[in-house]
């Protein structure tokens, strides 16, 4: 069956380290991935997307990699802040579906 | 302006009765969608409008019927609500027109508890 997974554990943090989540996909072949952030109480955010002939994509502290062969995409967020204290979902679309599937999300807690 | 915006943000209602959520957008987006985010924080398509028309109806029961009256609105009408349907219902948009990896735009939920 097709699968997308995320660390369901918590990633704790220190201030000004750099965050690196995961996301692994199984049965599919996306033509793309996009991550979101998503606070308590509110929707996802749309933060990046990442095309499959793309290997890295960048945006500020942001940083996505995407490797098709290992079925992987690897977000980072580079000198974290408590600011970027949320939950972190990938999401892709399967083929022919035209609607996003969503992995469960990775809650990040940054450590002042 | 607010861009995608859903009410209520909360319904607590009982077992058996019939509600309503209802969702715009004012981005002009083509396509607008409804997820449900359980308990766990997953978050499932249930339907998707492309321009007023359904594109995606996932197995739901058919106690949940979504109308779209024109491309800035997407309601959902839940008929004789159970306890399994408590959850965070989210609307979204996005523009299919572009392209299929058009992001999504999400509301900020509305929180469902059925007692």
């Known amino acids: 069956s097709q699968k997308i997974e995320q660390n369901s554990e918590a990633l704790n943090i220190q201030e000004g380290k750099t965050a690196t989540l995961t996301c692994n996909y199984t049965?599919?072949?996306?033509?793309?991935l996009q991550w979101y952030r998503q606070d308590p109480g509110r929707g996802p955010v749309f933060l990046l997307l990442?095309?499959?002939?793309?290997k890295e994509k960048r945006k500020e502290r942001l940083k996505v990699t995407f490797d098709t062969t290992l079925k992987q995409s690897l977000f980072h967020i580079t000198a974290s802040q408590p600011a970027d204290s949320a939950t972190y979902l990938c999401?892709?679309?399967?083929?022919?579906?035209?609607?996003?599937?969503f992995g469960s999300g990775t809650r990040l807690q940054v450590q002042p | 302006d607010t861009a995608v915006s859903q009410t209520p943000k909360y319904l607590v209602t009982q077992m058996g009765n019939d509600k309503s959520i209802k969702c715009e957008q004012n981005?002009?987006?083509?396509?607008m969608y409804w997820y449900k985010q359980d308990s766990k924080k997953f978050l499932k398509i249930m339907f998707s409008?492309?321009?007023?028309?359904?594109?995606i109806n996932e197995t739901v029961p058919n106690r949940f019927s979504p109308k779209s009256p024109d491309k800035a609105h997407l309601n959902l009408h839940i008929n004789s609500l159970e306890l399994g349907d408590s959850a965070v219902y989210f609307c979204?948009?996005?523009?299919?027109?572009?392209?299929?990896?058009?992001?999504?735009?999400f509301g900020n939920g509305t929180r469902l508890t059925v007692t």
């Open positions: 979204a948009s996005s523009n299919l027109g572009q392209g299929n990896n058009s992001p999504l735009h």
């Open positions: 049965n599919y072949s996306p033509a793309y």
């Open positions: 990442i095309r499959e002939n793309e």
């Open positions: 999401a892709l679309e399967v083929a022919g579906r035209r609607a996003l599937t």
């Open positions: 981005l002009g987006h083509d396509t």
């Open positions: 409008y492309n321009n007023k028309e359904l594109i």
